[in-house]
């Protein structure tokens, strides 16, 4: 019996001490555009070799990303509608928002142009030729930075969509992957952002129609989210992401990250 008590006192130690090394990863809520990208499977398993910190990918869209953040359901977040993250640090629910990476959108569209849109600069013109042709579109309609992007190119064009928006007009309440194969089944017009773009395989008749604009800009930003407000946060292991992210070897990591030789996202850190 002694021997068999000592052996199960030594079991429940080894797992004790296992327990934290068990433990050693963070959850980061972040857009489906760096998942189906592509560019977490290239960056994560980079920096857990070098940290051995794993990290636990949630991906929705930025608005849900937030939501989660708000909730401390996250550790932290990488998103792209930098209105909404400035607004979320400022309310308490986020330490400081960095700069990491851009691309940009591209308006996509059915190669037959039935707006007449194809090879122009002006994405807001693009738009109201759209609507005025009641040429199929397709929105994410899911709070996403994209979802985001798009209403505000809406407004740039001078179009109510949430008025004007008919049978045309088709939410999916998806994230950019099924919304891209949504388009392609209905040959449609959609905003994407290039990086799942260029890793979309489901093609169809679309191309891109208008790129270019500087009001395509799509800028990406990382916040570690508040262990003041929501103590369970792991902080230390948190900003350790973070600080990889914005480092020189982070951002290499990201700038080195290609399909078919085309780089995907701009590391701008500190820019």
């Known amino acids: 019996m002694g021997l068999i008590r000592a052996a199960l006192a030594a ?31 290239h960056l994560l398993p980079i920096f857990t070799a070098k940290t051995g910190i794993a990290v636990r990918v949630v991906a929705v869209g930025t608005g849900q990303a937030l939501d989660i953040g708000r909730r401390g359901d996250a550790d ?21 928002r960095h700069d990491v990476m851009y691309n940009d959108f591209v308006l996509i569209g059915p190669k037959s142009d039935p707006a007449h849109v194809a090879g122009a600069r002006d994405v807001a013109a693009a738009f109201r030729k759209i609507q005025e042709a009641q040429a199929p579109f397709v929105s994410r ?18 179009i109510d969509i949430a008025r ?6 088709r939410d999916t309440g998806q994230g950019m992957g099924p919304a891209l194969n949504t388009a392609a089944a209905m040959n449609a017009y959609i905003l994407a952002d290039r990086g799942t773009w260029l890793s979309f395989k489901n093609r169809g008749d679309l191309a891109i129609a208008v790129q270019g604009d500087p009001r395509l800009f799509n800028q990406y930003g990382v916040m570690l989210v508040s262990p003041t407000r929501h103590p369970h946060v792991k902080a230390a ?17 990201i700038a080195d990250y290609r399909i078919n030789g085309e780089q995907l996202f701009f590391a701008n850190a500190g820019s």
């Open 237 to 253: 292991m948190g900003q350790a992401f973070i600080d990889w992210l914005i480092s020189p070897q982070g951002q290499q990591a």
């Open 11 to 41: 079991l429940a130690l080894a797992l004790a001490s296992a327990a934290p090394a068990q433990e050693r990863f963070i959850t980061v809520a972040s857009t489906t555009s760096t998942e189906q990208s592509g560019l977490f499977k």
């Open 76 to 96: 932290v977040l990488l998103v792209h509608a930098k209105p909404l993250e400035e607004k979320f640090v400022a309310a308490g629910y986020g330490v400081k």
């Open 164 to 169: 004007e928006k008919g049978a045309w007009y």
């Open 141 to 158: 309609g899911d709070r996403s930075g994209t979802h985001f992007a798009e209403l505000e190119i809406w407004k740039l064009a001078g």
